[in-house]
């Protein structure tokens, strides 16, 4: 058409496109590898900061960082825009977004997700909240992270206690916490104004020779298996349109992943059941 300006998508949907400056031009050569590189330190750096938060580290003087001798298994669930090029909110306001974002904890940990006891802190680059709530099956800890570059960000302990004293996963809990997840993430990313791809991670570590609780739609626990491995991991690209669209099915894959670390074969069918029976929106 004779038009030589360059417009680039901007992922937003008040501005979906913008003129590229020469800086924007120069970026898109490397883009690639410069937002992989901004969305893993983003990702590492939430990473090292739950790892303090939950005691699976130590600081005993600056620069250090020594391992608890007894970590528990843990689930941390990771979303972020597939290629993050600059900020998209500043601390202050992701704080203020926290209440908007919040779905109903029907697990009933506590009344909403993600589980918060107290107002975020903000960080440099985002906010985070801490709980830790103490029950009769023990003492758990809860970590949310929001990243200025629209990194949501999740991790809690694991395990619950029986009567006998003896410990287990919950695998239903597992379940909860994928769909309560991915619903907030969708809230979050459309409030940031961002419509592209997104980047979602899965993983439960530190379960070597753990105990899941297998159960049937009765939620009976009908047996328990073990984990050989020390983490098992879920990885997904999709876009922001598909977290409504293949919602269910990322959810479903998710947890058939980490069912069959357990020598589980679930079924597509169970996960639905659950949802069916107890999701509030």
């Known amino acids: 058409m004779g038009n030589k300006r360059v417009y680039v998508r901007t992922g937003n949907r008040n501005n979906p496109e913008d003129e590229a400056t020469l800086d924007r031009v120069e970026w898109l050569r490397e883009h690639r590898a410069k937002s992989v590189n901004l969305r893993n330190a983003a990702y590492e750096a939430a990473v090292e900061r739950s790892d303090v938060f939950l005691n ?27 290629y993050p090029r600059e900020p998209l909110s500043a601390p202050p306001t992701l704080r203020s977004l926290v209440r908007d974002i919040e779905v109903k904890d029907y697990y009933r940990t506590s009344d909403q997700f993600p589980i918060r006891t107290r107002q975020p802190h903000l960080l440099q680059n985002g906010v985070y909240f801490l709980a830790e709530i103490d029950a009769e099956t023990g003492k758990r800890a809860y970590y949310t992270e929001l990243s200025t570059t629209g990194q949501l960000f999740y991790r809690q302990t694991l395990h619950t206690k029986f009567r006998d004293e003896s410990q287990f996963i919950r695998a239903s809990e597992i379940f909860a916490r994928l769909d309560q997840f991915l619903r907030v993430c969708k809230r ?28 049937s739609p009765s939620e009976t626990i009908e047996s328990t298996s073990r984990c050989p491995d020390e983490a098992v991991s879920f990885e997904a690209a999709l876009t922001v349109a598909q977290l409504d669209t293949e919602f269910e099915t990322v959810l479903i894959e998710a947890a058939q992943k980490i069912a069959w670390a357990y020598d589980w074969e679930v079924s597509p069918d169970l996960v639905k059941a659950y949802l069916a029976k107890h999701r509030r929106l």
């Open 56 to 82: 699976y580290i130590t600081r005993p003087f600056p620069g250090s960082r020594v391992q608890v001798p007894e970590v528990k298994p843990y689930l941390l669930l990771c979303a972020s825009p597939y």
């Open 188 to 215: 979050y990313l459309v409030r940031l104004g961002y419509q592209g791809t997104v980047w979602f991670y899965a993983m439960m570590g530190s379960i070597a020779s753990s105990t899941l609780g297998q159960w």
